[in-house]
């Protein structure tokens, strides 16, 4: 196993890492997402990031179910499905979140459904203004673009709106989410893998002018031009070297790639350009967070495979290099 050495971190003080493992299925209906955490420990990656020269810090030295915090009575409101749970659960994420990142290291999340990223991204956001007075940049790789609001929403399920609670589309106020507090600017996202849409979305999109690599900007580009489009974009600012929390759902890559997943998509992206995403924003030094999410055991008969792959890129974005 090689390590990268090249690159300097640019915001993590220490080779420490703090991995929550969200085993979390609330924001969508499918059954066995939240396994997704045990099977990835199961897989040896705290002993595989430990050979990388890490210090690994297992949050509460578990998995987390949260259940205990789940209200008796989680009705929905209008069509969002179980917000009270959603929220109780990001809320206490984001407090497990922002105690690694506020002490300098990489905040490693497994889940577990994307409507964790409301929590993931709201703690890691507050520690970076809170230690270096920057803003946060997001790169979203996924199939879909989980930017509905609850207007927009057809299915109310809160794993296709994270993005829309972090960028302050959601006006209105909705139980058991109130607390969140927009903490993402629409400059400051991109996202990388898009290819199933809704027009309610693209709508979205085109409105706060949201910058987006679908599948047919990666073909025609190539996956190197499209990251560095990618990085360069979330560049502009100052110095062009702000923090960089980047959010894989494995439903990006194609599923002869990773079939053990919810929402699995034709089309997507292969093994090695999933892998180049996570080796080139490494490199840049500005990577603060990670979430590898919707990993679900229960869908495939090869779950053992999405399982090595999700590994493998965290691997790659935390260092792993292939010389």
């Not at 949201?210 to 580009?221: C, P, Q, T, V, W």
């Not at 030094?285 to 999410?293: A, E």
């Not at 090869?302 to 790659?316: F, K, M, W």
Request: aromatic share 6%; net charge negative; proline share 4%.
């Amino acid at each position: 196993m090689a390590l990268d050495n090249a690159s300097e971190w640019k915001y993590i003080s220490k080779r420490d890492i703090g991995v929550t493992c969200v085993a979390f299925s609330g924001g969508q209906p499918r059954e066995g997402v939240d396994m997704g955490p045990e099977y990835v420990l199961k897989a040896n990656l705290i002993q595989q990031l430990q050979d990388m020269n890490f210090n690994v810090m297992l949050t509460d030295n578990k998995i987390h179910t949260y259940k205990e915090f789940f209200p008796e009575s989680d009705q929905p409101i209008g069509i969002v499905k179980r917000p009270r749970t959603v929220g109780v659960v990001n809320k206490i994420l984001t407090k497990q979140v922002y105690s690694h990142a506020k002490e300098g290291r990489l905040a490693l999340q497994i889940g577990g459904d994307h409507s964790m990223a409301i929590g993931t991204i709201s703690g890691m956001s507050q520690a970076i203004k809170e230690r270096f007075g920057r803003d946060l940049k997001v790169i979203w790789v996924d199939a879909h673009a989980d930017i509905h609001t609850v207007e927009s929403t057809e299915s109310g399920n809160l794993h296709g709106m994270p993005l829309s609670f972090l960028l302050g589309l959601v006006k209105k106020s909705i139980e058991g989410l109130e607390w969140i507090e927009p903490c993402l600017k629409p400059q400051n996202l991109t996202y990388i893998g898009l290819r199933d849409v809704d027009k309610a979305e693209k709508e979205i999109l085109k409105k706060y002018n949201i910058k987006a690599f679908s599948m047919h900007e990666i073909d025609r580009y190539g996956i190197g031009q499209v990251v560095d489009m990618a990085i360069d974009y979330l560049s502009q600012d100052g110095d062009g070297q702000g923090p960089i929390h980047l959010s894989f759902d494995i439903d990006a890559l194609d599923p002869s790639v990773a079939a053990s997943t919810g929402t699995p998509v034709r089309g997507g992206l292969t093994f090695r350009e999933g892998h180049y995403i996570c080796e080139a924003l490494h490199k840049t030094g500005r990577l603060v967070g990670l979430d590898m999410v919707e990993v679900n055991p229960a869908i495939g008969n090869h779950c053992e495979d999405t399982v090595t792959v999700g590994c493998s890129l965290i691997r790659a974005a935390f260092g792993e290099s292939l010389l």
